[in-house]
């Protein structure tokens, strides 16, 4: 008989190398994935599907539908849907260009071009937006009808009600101020991109390692520092890239021309510029931003996490989810406002069909990102790159010369694997 030696049963278990790392499989999964759709598409596309001009063009595109789909993360987390997201943003949109062109210049004696309608314009798409999301939080939270049904009813609603706001009829030129939002109308110029992409690097890297000062005078375990560093050269390396990337894309010359001819000077001869970060780009970030500090550093995150993980025990902890999902919905319709500005300012001008669809991918681009359906389980950061997936995904067909039929085949395809793989992801890993 051999003596066998037994660890104790307090032992800690030792760490596998993913776990030193502390590397997330599904978001590496989902960076692989991109990464190799990209060069897939690049490759049938002659190189043309990651030039800085398509590369600049994809990042507006998925600005309106990402914005959306942070807020969809909060609600798909608390176990409730918004079917009504795309409708509403054209209703918006629709109340924006009124009263860009109609309302605010009658009632307030305002000039078209004045100073002050477009920022007037906006809040008061905003405060719309809210108002229209919290009805339906109220309808859900304290009527108790489901949220399917009250936002299928919305996408209904709030579509016509665009078309009746316009009378059906194309809105526009928008106000030029507005308009800066929309991407190429708008971007911080090649200078001010750098200053932004070197101050974002040095924040990501002060982050980085603040982070891991917390953990070590906590006790907990951190990752290698070589790890760490690596890390962080990576980040940096992405951050200044993209910038470098959206600064190789230059201003056509007729652009530059009438840029000079509306300052009364000439232009240079030989001269070029780059467009740099567009505005809604920027934006969006700061709604990246924004909503991840909402979702892990304050009250209201932990509510919504903690409802999405059990609502009845949240319910007896004492948190108020009646008002709680009229929160979340204000929310969702506050962003879909923001979203409505970018969508029509990039257009230029408002039309009837504008949002359409966007339910779809707003909720595709939320659970593609890892947002559990069943609740409880959800990233900001996750939905915005399912967004860019999605967006990539469309715009490398579109490019092929896929037809749009085809299209929304792929894309709903691409849908429910996704939900199929993140099922038998959280059955492999254990995740709840």
């Not at 950061?381 to 929304?408: E, K, R, T």
Request: aromatic letters at 8%.
């Amino acid at each position: 008989m051999t003596d066998t030696a037994h660890a104790p049963a307090d032992a800690p278990r030792k760490r596998s190398l993913l776990e030193t790392l502390e590397v997330d499989t599904r978001l590496l999964g989902m960076i692989g994935a991109f990464i190799v759709l990209c060069l897939i598409f690049n490759f049938v596309t002659d190189g043309r599907f990651l030039t800085a001009r398509n590369i600049f063009n994809l990042t507006i595109q998925t600005v309106s539908v990402a914005i959306m789909a942070t807020g969809m993360v909060f609600i798909i987390v608390t176990r409730h849907i918004d079917l009504s997201v795309g409708s509403l943003l054209a209703t918006c949109s629709a109340f924006m260009a009124m009263a860009q062109t109609v309302w605010l210049p009658n009632a307030l004696g305002l000039e078209l071009g004045s100073a002050a309608i477009a920022p007037l314009a906006i809040i008061l798409g905003l405060i719309v937006g809210a108002l229209i999301g919290a009805f339906h939080g109220w309808l859900v939270g304290y009527l108790t009808i489901p949220a399917f049904i009250v936002t299928l009813g919305g996408l209904l609603v709030w579509r016509n009600a665009a078309w009746y706001l316009t009378n059906g009829q194309t809105i526009g030129p928008l106000d030029e101020t507005y308009n800066l939002f929309g991407g190429t109308n708008g971007t911080l110029g090649p200078t001010w991109s750098w200053i932004f992409g070197i101050a974002a690097a040095i924040a990501a890297v002060a982050i980085l390692f603040s982070s891991r000062r917390n953990k070590v005078s906590h006790e907990f375990p951190v990752k290698p520092l070589w790890a760490e560093v690596s890390l962080a050269a990576i980040v940096v390396a992405a951050i200044l890239g993209f910038i470098a990337i959206l600064n190789s894309y230059e201003v056509p010359t007729a652009r530059l021309e009438r840029l000079f001819e509306a300052r009364g000077e000439v232009m240079p001869e030989g001269f070029t510029t780059g467009y740099g970060l567009p505005i809604s780009v920027l934006l969006l970030i700061i709604v990246a931003i924004v909503m991840t500090v909402v979702a892990q550093r304050t009250r209201l995150g932990r509510y919504i996490f903690a409802t999405g993980g059990n609502p009845d025990a949240a319910d007896l902890s004492g948190i108020n989810t009646r008002l709680l999902t009229v929160k979340i919905f204000a929310l969702m319709g506050f962003l879909c406002a923001l979203s409505a500005v970018v969508a029509s300012a990039r257009l230029t001008f408002h039309s009837n069909d504008i949002g359409t669809l966007d339910e779809l991918r707003v909720i595709a681009a939320a659970v593609i990102g890892g947002t559990a359906l069943s609740g409880g389980i959800g990233t900001i950061y996750g939905a915005i790159l399912g967004a860019l997936i999605m967006q990539s995904l469309q715009s490398g067909m579109a490019m092929v010369g896929v037809d749009a039929p085809f299209q929304n085949i792929v894309v709903g395809s691409v849908l429910v694997i996704a939900v199929l793989i993140d099922i038998i992801y959280r059955k492999r890993t254990g995740a709840h």
